[in-house]
């Protein structure tokens, strides 16, 4: 008898679930969950499923007021205000990029889930500054001042567009001299840290949740030591890697 009462208690739950999904109302960033940054990577040398580099995941769960998860919800990265961010045409398979409003988009599963990791990479000797203010970082704890240049929105159908907050833009790939993300790039991380301005591109540890967003220090410099190690960042999208950036620009 414990046993049916349990099975129908699961499968009440359960029901209660998928209505719950089913009657979704509009997206509250104040309810979803979401990362505070992200970082560009490179792949395996595949752009698949498994291709892009996971240490670039960044995870949405979306959530209407009530909380209910959302499904099939479009959540849009738009990096057309990161200058040093250039997309690659090929993503992973069940995302969409536009080269030309420089976005990504995917869409929630049956729990509301979205989860990212962006192929790119940047070229240092053709680099436009981004948001660039002095070291130290603005007074600890959080609230952070900047949010990054990634803007983000959700959109369910039904309700307007919802404007989630930004995101603080990392990218690992910054030279075009080797295919994916390398020693070089580890250079360009210890010259940021060393400039004494704070620069978006090299902030690699804000993902950790670790409230080292918007300075640069060795926790940036041990996490892109971590994806280049990790190994699934060796091809990228330029000369010698797989893929092609957007622009067609090598």
Known sequence: MSNLIRKATLLAVGALLVAGAANAGAP???????????????????????????????????RDAVPNVVPNA??????????????????????????????????TDGTGTI???????????????NQNFPEPDPALPPPQ?????????????????????????????????????SGGDLAVCVQDILSGNYRERSDYAVSTGSNDEQHLNGSDLSKL?????????????KAGGTGAPCGGVN
Request: charged residues 10%; hydrophobic residues 40%; glycine residues 12%.
């Open 28 to 62: 509250s960033s104040a309810q979803s969950t979401k990362p505070t940054g992200l970082t560009i990577v490179a792949t395996n040398g595949t752009f698949g499923t498994s291709g892009p580099d996971p240490l670039g995941n960044a995870t949405f769960v979306i």
């Open 225 to 237: 030591v971590g994806i280049i190690l990790g190994g699934g960042s060796s091809s990228s999208c």
């Open 74 to 107: 479009a959540v849009t990265l738009d990096f057309s205000l990161c200058p040093f961010v250039r997309l690659c045409a090929n993503q992973r398979a069940d995302l969409t990029v536009d080269c030309t409003a420089k976005t990504v988009t995917g869409t």
């Open 115 to 129: 989860t990212f990791s962006i192929v790119g990479n940047t070229d240092q000797g053709t680099l436009v500054a």
């Open 145 to 181: 001042t900047y949010f990054g240049c990634c803007k983000v929105t959700v959109t369910v159908p039904g309700f307007p567009a919802a404007v989630y907050p930004n995101l603080i833009t990392a990218c690992g790939d910054h030279e075009v001299l080797a295919a994916g993300i």
